[in-house]
């Protein structure tokens, strides 16, 4: 990759497929909830390729691809898969490779961080708790923090102003990142590890790619 410097003031990371891997309690959640609905399971990969865009849209495509449901029986749906995640959350999620050095090395630079994320805030702040994310991060805007989510910018616009910084680099996993880094005119690095709705990742326009958190510190400036 090029040796571009990012010349930030705050780094803005994404939750799901970036900083932590927790696509294993996102599977057992969703299977919970179709096995309680009387719905056949689904694989792994497949729920890898629904997750991106918060539950409601995870449990939208948990019950009507390649099937049917009402309105009615989504949003019934999405209460027992909460009710199911509240238990299973963070019980196999892990830290990816290379993330805590990299937390490690920018905290001690003084960069502020936030985590800017589409999953519900009560569902974030008990993961980054119990995989011990939770110390690193001045700000953490979740998916129901505002009224809209990435790829919207709002949130990343959101965390800047609160952070009190006026640039700052996005780190994910996504097309939803990607997009609302550009569209609020911040630089953005996608991790090649994470979930991409099914999208190759090298196919999603973006400045950079990190096959590794810490590939992100010499190109800070
Ligand atoms: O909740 C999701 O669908 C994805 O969450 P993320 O924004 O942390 O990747
Ligand atoms: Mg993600």
Known sequence: MSAARFAVEAVLFDLDGTLVDSLPDIHETANRMLAELGRPPRD???????VGRGIPTLVTRCMTVGTQATDAEIEAAIAVFRRHYAVVNGVHSRVFPGVL???EALRAR????????????????????????????????????????????????????????????????????????????LPV????????????????????????????????A
């Open 101 to 103: 050095d990299t937390l």
């Open 44 to 50: 792994i990969d497949e729920i890898r390729r629904f």
């Open 110 to 185: 003084g960069l502020p961080l936030a985590c800017v994320t589409n999953k519900p805030e009560a569902f974030t702040l008990p993961l980054l708790e119990r995989t011990g994310l939770a110390p690193y991060f001045a700000l953490v805007v979740s998916g129901d923090t505002l009224p809209v989510k990435k790829p919207d910018p709002a949130m990343l616009h959101h965390a800047c102003e609160r952070l009190g910084v006026a640039s700052a680099l996005m780190i994910g996993d996504s097309a939803n990142d990607a997009l609302a880094a550009r569209a609020a005119g």
């Open 189 to 220: 690095l996608l991790v090649t590890y994470g979930y991409s709705e099914g999208m190759p990742v090298d196919t999603i326009e973006c400045d950079g790619l990190l096959s590794d958190a810490r590939e992100a510190l010499p190109l800070l």
